[in-house]
Structures are given as structure tokens and as C-alpha cells.
Nanobody, 121 residues
Framework: QVHVVESGGGLVQPGGSLSLSCAASGSIFSIYVMGWYRQAPGAQRELVTDIDSGGSTNYEDSVKGRLTISRDNAKNTVYLQMNSLKPEDTAVYYC???????????????WGQGTLVTVSS
């Protein structure tokens, strides 16, 4: 059994900052990639940023320079620091972990329950 749990989110004014965190727990052998996706109302879920076990990162163009992903491999935890937030960042943010479950050799996608980020004055 594997669990992926996010925390953080909420309401912030334009130009403000928020931080999210996500922890994976359970029968995990290894986690290859952890990332953050978001889904705005009426839109498809999209990749915001991800980070592999070596620390290599990817960012969606609109968030470069404003959002920063980091990871603690020992804690199976990923963080998202969001600065200079804009109304268009408003969405439900989902944590994703691509991991191998203990005693298997198969990589699975696990998702958190989502956390709402609202950027509004």
C-alpha cells in the first residue's frame, strides 16, 4: 500500500507566495520522479514541474523563475515554493510520484488527492 499526501495551498493575493509539500509513504522500493500537476476549472491537467532522484528538474514555461521544486529523497518528500503568484496559477495542484512498489519491478503512477490554490485579491 502506498499513500501520497499533499499539504499546503489556500488563498493568496496576486504577487504573494505559497508553499506545498507532498510525502509518499508505504511499501516503496524507489521513487524515480516526483512532480506537481495542476488542473484549472474547465482545463486539462497539466505538468507544472517535476524532479528526478538525481535532482534534475523540468518546469512548464509559464512558471519558470517563479516556482521552485525541491526534493528530500530520504523523506520521500517533494516541495513546491511558489512566488510571484498570478491569478492564472489558480488551480487544484496534484502531487505525482512515479515509483516502484517494494517486492515488484513495475513502475506505477501514484497521485495525491489534490490541494486548491487560489490567487485572488
Amino acid at each position: 500500500q502506498v499513500h501520497v499526501v499533499e499539504s499546503g495551498g489556500g488563498l493568496v493575493q496576486p504577487g504573494g507566495s505559497l508553499s506545498l509539500s507532498c510525502a509518499a509513504s508505504g511499501s516503496i522500493f524507489s521513487i524515480y520522479v516526483m512532480g506537481w500537476y495542476r488542473q484549472a476549472p474547465g482545463a486539462q491537467r497539466e505538468l507544472v514541474t517535476d524532479i528526478d532522484s538525481g535532482g534534475s528538474t523540468n518546469y512548464e514555461d509559464s512558471v519558470k523563475g517563479r516556482l521552485t521544486i525541491s526534493r528530500d529523497n530520504a523523506k520521500n518528500t517533494v516541495y513546491l515554493q511558489m512566488n510571484s503568484l498570478k491569478p492564472e496559477d489558480t488551480a487544484v495542484y496534484y502531487c505525482n510520484a512515479k515509483l516502484v512498489v517494494a517486492t515488484t519491478t513495475v513502475t506505477y503512477d501514484y497521485w495525491g488527492q489534490g490541494t486548491l490554490v487560489t490567487v485572488s485579491s
